[in-house]
């Protein structure tokens, strides 16, 4: 399938995209946050992003994540949550994910 907003990052690399609200576009990938690094990306828009799986936040630890977002994301389970008390989530936000 093609991403027709990651042709359009790309044509017009120069416009001024809201990375705010590109953040939280559920076209958005983690493939398209990577290829470009330089952009103002939000993670706390990217953390609710279902795009954005447990592996891709524990595998990029540097990345300033908000468990509270991340909380809400449909991606992280109460398995997840349960298995990682060490992270500061939003508890009342899981608690119907059991």
């Known amino acids: 399938m093609t ?7 790309e ?5 001024p995209w809201d990375f705010i609200q590109l953040s939280q576009n559920s076209n958005i990938t983690w493939d398209i946050v990577k290829a470009n690094p330089d952009k103002d990306w939000n993670y706390y ?18 990345k300033p994540w908000s468990y509270a977002w991340l909380s809400e994301n449909p991606n992280i389970t ?21």
Not at 45 to 62: A, F, G, Q, R
Not at 78 to 98: A, Q
Request: proline share 10%.
């Open 78 to 98: 109460w398995d997840i949550v349960k298995n990682n008390p060490d992270k500061p989530w939003e508890l009342c936000m899981v608690i119907g994910k059991s």
């Open 11 to 15: 044509l017009f690399p120069n416009k």
């Open 3 to 9: 991403n027709h907003l990651y042709i359009l990052l």
């Open 45 to 62: 828009h990217l953390s609710e992003n279902p795009n954005i799986t447990w592996d891709i936040v524990k595998n990029n630890p540097d």
